[in-house]
Nanobody
Framework: QLQLVESGGGLVQPGGSLRLSCAAS????????IGWFRQAPGKEREGVSC??????????NYADSVKGRFTISRDNVKNTVYLQMNSLKSEDTAVYYC??????????????????WGQGTQVTVSS
């Protein structure tokens, strides 16, 4: 069964850091583009970052709102993709989702197509 499971969310003060994990089972993440998305209360889900497949070079892209603060990366041995989030702001508060692309490529900071979604992990930035 194909499954993505996010973890690492929580409550953090402004300026703090969190690292989100997206672990896959039933398929090999390195073959696909992987994206992180977020959805804040009352807002639409938005793309945050995307990394292409390992065979495509593992190129990364970011939304302007997180560029310079967030870093997406892969650990192919652990079949996991990470989102390191630094200098967090209150406006980063959202449920964060990872998504496996249906191909190896990103279209900007989202996968070209979406194959599977994780269940989401809550990130709350508040003092």
């Amino acid at each position: 069964q194909l499954q993505l499971v996010e973890s690492g969310g929580g409550l953090v003060q402004p300026g703090g850091s969190l690292r989100l994990s997206c672990a896959a089972s039933g398929f090999t993440l390195s073959y696909y583009a992987i994206g992180w998305f977020r959805q804040a209360p009352g807002k639409e889900r938005e793309g945050v970052s995307c990394i292409t497949s390992s065979s495509s070079g593992g190129s990364t892209n970011y939304a302007d709102s997180v560029k310079g603060r967030f870093t997406i990366s892969r650990d192919n041995v652990k079949n996991t993709v990470y989102l390191q989030m630094n200098s967090l702001k209150s406006e980063d508060t959202a449920v964060y989702y990872c998504a496996a692309g249906g191909s190896a490529y990103c279209s900007g900071y989202v996968p070209w197509t979406i194959g599977s979604w994780g269940q989401g992990t809550q990130v709350t930035v508040s003092s």
